[in-house]
């Protein structure tokens, strides 16, 4: 079992920054690969960004290519988002999440296993 909790969302203007981290419980958060994903308002949970185990393949959805960075400490067990220009068609909550299942892709959300509760962010014009 993980848990996961996220922190680090909040209001920004557009143009700014916020870097949103996913802190893992137990002691197997090295053999997950993690996500992050998004729902707005009114619309469907969308893929983020993925970082495989050893983090060296990171797919990211066009949206978001170039201005977000997703990263993983596994000797702190926690994942991150470094999101970077933001806009308004960002805000949305953000949710991290773990899991690891062959076959499946892991910018799919049925790869993953567990998820956080998510959390707030939202971008002024």
């Known amino acids: 079992q993980v848990q996961l909790v996220e922190s680090g969302g909040g209001l920004v203007q557009a143009g700014g920054s916020l870097r949103l981290s996913c802190a893992a419980s137990?002691?197997?958060?090295?053999?997950?690969?993690m996500g992050w994903f998004r729902q707005a308002p009114g619309k469907e949970r969308e893929f983020v960004a993925s970082?495989?185990?050893?983090?060296?393949?990171?797919p990211y959805a066009d949206s978001v290519k170039g201005r977000f960075t997703i990263s993983r400490d596994n000797a702190k067990n926690t994942a991150y988002l470094q999101m970077d220009n933001l806009k308004p068609e960002d805000t949305a909550v953000y949710c991290c999440?773990?899991?690891?299942?062959?076959?499946?892709?892991?910018?799919?959300?049925?790869?993953?296993?567990?998820w956080g509760q998510g959390t707030q962010v939202t971008v002024s014009s």
């Open positions: 999440a773990a899991g690891y299942r062959v076959g499946v892709s892991f910018v799919s959300a049925p790869f993953y296993d567990y």
């Open positions: 137990g002691r197997t958060f090295s053999t997950y690969a």
């Open positions: 970082i495989s185990r050893d983090g060296h393949y990171r």
